[in-house]
């Protein structure tokens, strides 16, 4: 009789059970966040309400600079990108932050990490969270861009999905960074989700070419993923060009933050486990 | 009653927080199919304790064996048979009764996740809740969600941090005669951390009671008024807690 091996009989089914155990865990924490938003309408209004109106705003300036700059009128829609593509990463990162102190406000920390979910599983759940929410608050502004000044972002093209990619990822590392912060600190340090992405946002050069800045500023902004990101945006819409290179350099720089982000918050979370903080977390 | 098997051991299981040992080498086991309580004063150890069973708290040293394996290096495996109850922790305020059972049943991967939350929904009497936010319940409905969560996955082991805390006295009497049947009915076992004499007296089979994060002492609770010359298990924590040694020897 044919005797099936170790390996046949016992790690494969066992690696698919985990397998299918993760995604089943995986969709409960999005699941979670789902049933929040469906009994909350204001909270999906909320969700487009700052990209609309910084969209708004921004329009309103490049129609007034359009007029006596001629770098504005060439590329009329570089302010709108800008604005549009740099909540990519702000909404990026305060969706993921928001989702993690959503339990933390509830006192549900201790039940979760009680249960049979892995540290893993939560943060692929606060990416998909996240990656649900940056979309439904962009689709609003880029469909009112579309409306009011006749600027169409999808026309970038291929390109435009690996922004999105690129931008998101940033704003999750940084995300992933604070949730980690959040669970060593606790509420004290919840300002942090809301601020700690604007100190990027210079070095980012969402408005302007990185050429001006000051010299010894240029290397620091070289480091900021967005910052290339923004870079190959303006030189499609203003020279019609795309430059790969630049992507490359911000996916390599992603993939450090995001090692990074992922390593401060497991660190943080054992830290907090020492320290005996999970359980006590809460309003 | 069959006690045969050891579900949970601990073993010189200690825990400091910089200057402060809060639990100092613990030893204790637990049989399959009991109820043990964990009894001492505020600040005696209980909620530590139970929170590194748990793997909330990592053990400054010592180790956890729960259903034979250890526990740190198969914590999510061993997890997924236990479950846990805390007046300490909420779940989510704005979701339904039904939606909070529905995702703790997926992130405990209970097979046919609706079946099991209606079951448990039936059997704790909270079918006109269902459709209702958790965060506009009474304390009462609160603890009955909060043991439906705690029962979502059947589970073997089921650890409770003051089950009754903060509730009138009639709720609290149905709180624990659910728990004393349902143990009868799973054989499950059930590790309590309580306050409340009267409870541990009437529920435990075993009890071990702590202070200054230290063992006093481990028995029955008939043993220990009987140890203690004491009528009941108050009278025996209160000499414990005013130092007072016993008439017998352990």
Redesign the interface.
């Given at each position: 009789m044919y005797k099936l091996r170790k390996s046949e009989t016992i790690n494969i089914p066992i690696f698919t059970q985990d397998l299918m155990g993760a995604l089943i865990r995986i969709s409960a924490l999005v699941l979670r966040q789902l049933y929040l938003l469906k009994r909350s309408w204001p909270r999906i209004i909320e969700l487009m309400y700052w990209p609309t109106i910084q969209m708004i705003m921004w329009g309103l300036v490049t129609t007034f600079l359009a007029d006596k700059s001629g770098w504005i009128a060439q590329a009329g829609g570089v302010l709108i990108a800008g604005v549009l593509l740099w909540d990519v990463v702000f909404r990026g990162q305060i969706g993921l932050s928001l989702a993690f102190l959503e339990e933390m406000w509830s006192r549900n920390l201790g039940h979760l990490f009680s249960s049979p979910m892995r540290s893993w599983e939560l943060i692929i759940s606060l990416m998909l969270i996240s990656l649900l929410k940056t979309s439904i608050g962009i689709a609003g502004a880029v469909i009112f861009a579309a409306i009011l000044y006749e600027f169409n972002i999808l026309e970038l093209g291929f390109p435009l999905i690996a922004f999105f990619f690129c931008l998101i990822c940033m704003g999750w590392a940084i995300g992933l960074m604070i949730a980690g912060l959040l669970m060593r600190y606790g509420l004290g340090a919840e300002n942090l989700a809301w601020l700690v992405i604007f100190a990027f946002a210079p070095l980012s050069c969402i408005y302007y070419p990185m050429s001006i800045l000051p010299d010894w500023l240029e290397p620091i902004a070289s480091l900021v993923p967005a910052s290339h990101i923004f870079e190959g945006m303006r030189a499609i819409l203003v020279d019609g060009v795309f430059h790969s290179s630049l992507l490359w350099r911000a996916l390599i720089l992603n993939l450090v933050y995001l090692l990074v982000g992922i390593i401060i918050f497991l660190w943080m979370f054992r830290s907090a486990r020492i320290r005996g903080l999970i359980h006590q977390m809460g309003e | 009653m069959i006690m045969n098997q050891t579900i949970l051991k601990a073993h010189h299981l200690t825990?400091r927080?910089g200057n402060i040992t809060?639990v100092n080498e613990l030893n204790f086991e637990i049989g399959s199919n009991t109820i043990v309580a964990l009894l001492g004063g505020n600040g005696a150890g209980k909620?530590?304790t139970m929170?590194m069973l748990?793997?909330?708290?990592?053990p400054s040293s010592g180790t956890v064996t729960i259903f034979g394996e250890d526990f740190e290096s198969n914590r999510?495996?061993l997890?997924?048979r236990?479950n846990?109850s805390?007046p300490?922790?909420?779940?989510?305020?704005?979701?339904?009764v039904e939606?909070n059972l529905?995702?703790?049943a997926?992130?405990?991967?209970v097979k046919n996740p609706k079946r099991r939350v209606a079951e448990v929904v039936y059997n704790l009497g909270l079918g006109e809740y269902l459709k209702t936010?958790v965060g506009k319940l009474s304390a009462g409905q609160k603890t009955r969600v909060a043991l439906a969560?705690a029962l979502i996955n059947s589970p073997s082991l089921l650890l409770l941090d003051e089950p009754t805390a903060s509730l009138d006295p009639e709720t609290a009497d149905w709180v624990r005669k659910y728990l004393e049947n349902w143990r009868k009915e799973n054989g499950s076992t059930i590790l309590l951390a309580s306050h409340n004499m009267n409870e541990v007296e009437r529920m435990a089979d075993k009890v071990i009671m702590l202070k200054n994060g230290k063992i006093v002492t481990i028995d029955s609770p008939v043993g220990l008024i009987k140890r203690y010359g004491r009528s009941n298990l108050e009278e025996v924590f209160l000499d414990i807690a005013k130092h007072k040694t016993l008439i017998k020897n352990i």
């Open positions: - | 825990k927080f809060a909620t530590t929170a748990l793997g909330l708290v990592i999510y495996k997890l997924s236990m846990f805390s300490y922790l909420d779940l989510p305020h704005r979701l339904s939606e529905h995702i703790y997926m992130l405990y991967t936010p969560k």
